[in-house]
């Protein structure tokens, strides 16, 4: 099978505009995420709505291609990339371009769940411990996901799932595991073109999750578990702290 990934990156952001662009070290932010896919996959573009981040991706030697500004999603953006870059493959791996400590094992993991051959769609979760508090489970910006005995996603939610009848809710992560979702996803290519024509589900309105959109209308989430974390930039202040973990 080939595998195509595309990283989103637009320029607007609410809490941090120009965010691709931010210097680490002397490489924009979006360089890092780059080169640290690039180790996963041969055949990589980044998918853009300014010519700033297209002019920088081009600069370091990597591809780009330009896209709306009016996509509601990466998953939105990555189709129209895949119709414009003309590449022809079998599934495209959706990387997020604010997580330049991406690790080419999770890349890989994702990968693996389409040796499955009813793959539709693919994602990774890591697993919560009790290292991690319950603050941290119960922080409604790190969905959770109850998976099948298939490793394919049942449901996401910003709230705990599952409720532990009975059990002290501060005792939660030393009865059950619990799955925090990591971002990525990857979608064979006929599928890609088919969710990003679906309607708004409102499941996917009460939670502001659009991976519950496909799981709405009858689509399948393979799961891969990942014990990588992931460091998503999402404010100066995060890059700050990224920048400590540079070498």
């Known amino acids: 099978m080939k595998f195509i990934g595309i990283i989103p990156a637009r320029y607007a952001s609410t809490r941090f505009p120009g965010k691709p662009l931010a210097d680490m070290k002397g490489k924009p932010m979006i360089q890092r995420v780059y080169e640290q896919a690039a180790?996963?996959?041969?055949?990589?573009?980044?998918?853009?709505?300014?010519?700033?981040?297209?002019?920088?991706?081009?600069?370091?030697?990597?591809?780009?291609?330009?896209?709306s500004d009016r996509h509601r999603s990466g998953t939105d953006r990555c189709e129209e990339a895949l119709r414009l870059c003309g590449q022809t493959g079998d599934v495209v791996i959706n990387i997020q371009g604010d997580e330049p400590f991406i690790h080419p094992d999770q890349i890989h993991a994702l990968i693996r769940c389409f040796d499955t051959p009813r793959t539709q769609i693919a994602t990774l979760v890591k697993p919560f411990t009790?290292?991690?508090?319950?603050?941290?489970?119960?922080?409604?910006?790190?969905?959770?996901?109850?998976?099948n005995d298939q490793n394919e996603a049942l449901c996401f939610s910003r709230s705990v799932i599952p409720y532990l009848r009975g059990v002290p809710p501060e005792e939660w992560l030393s009865h059950h595991t619990f799955y925090k979702h990591i971002g990525m996803y990857a979608y064979r290519t006929d599928i890609l073109?088919?969710?990003?024509r679906l309607p708004q589900s409102s499941l996917e309105l009460a939670e502001s999750l659009?991976?519950?959109?496909?799981?709405?209308?009858?689509?399948?989430i393979k799961v891969g578990i990942t014990r990588q974390e992931t460091i998503g930039i999402d404010t100066p202040d995060d890059l700050r702290k990224a920048l400590d973990l540079l070498p």
């Open 130 to 147: 009790p290292d991690d508090g319950i603050a941290a489970l119960h922080n409604p910006n790190s969905p959770k996901v109850l998976l």
């Open 39 to 67: 180790q996963a996959l041969d055949t990589l573009w980044v998918a853009t709505d300014d010519t700033r981040i297209f002019d920088a991706v081009t600069a370091f030697g990597g591809r780009a291609v330009m896209t």
């Open 210 to 220: 659009e991976q519950l959109r496909w799981l709405q209308h009858g689509y399948t």
């Open 193 to 196: 073109h088919a969710i990003t």
